[in-house]
Nanobody, 129 residues
Framework: QVQLVESGGGLVQAGASLKLSCAAS????????MAWFRQAPGKEREFVAG????????YYGDSVKGRFTIDRDNVKSTVYLQMNSLKPEDTALYYC??????????????????????WGQGTQVTVSS
């Protein structure tokens, strides 16, 4: 069955880096766009970053631009999120998600969580000040 498993979260100090991974199985990973979202306690889910099926197009939320990088390895069926210069406000549960809609629409739907078809269980990132 379709499965997304995140890993790499942890507790770090402000200014540190972390790299999250999301391993996918159960479908043809290379056919679909992927994204990272996050949700902090008491806050709405937030789009963090998205990447097209080929990796040729990447997108970022305003709060992480210039600090985070999304990448994918279609051979390993894994999507990554490199997070640098972490801030306490980056503290959240981070989820990866798969978009199985028409790829031509991804650029305009990427931030809408309801458009994604599968989600992982999340990995916690905590940044101390």
């Amino acid at each position: 069955q379709v499965q997304l498993v995140e890993s790499g979260g942890g507790l770090v100090q402000a200014g540190a880096s972390l790299k999250l991974s999301c391993a996918a199985s159960g479908w043809t990973f290379s056919n679909y766009a992927m994204a990272w979202f996050r949700q902090a306690p008491g806050k709405e889910r937030e789009f963090v970053a998205g990447i097209s099926w080929s990796g040729g197009s990447t997108y970022y939320g305003d709060s992480v631009k210039g600090r985070f990088t999304i990448d994918r390895d279609n051979v390993k069926s894994t999507v990554y999120l490199q997070m640098n210069s972490l801030k306490p406000e980056d503290t959240a549960l981070y989820y990866c998600a798969c978009f199985m809609g028409y790829s031509g629409n991804y650029y305009k739907l990427k931030e809408k969580g309801e458009e994604y078809d599968y989600w992982g269980q999340g990995t916690q990132v905590t940044v101390s000040s």
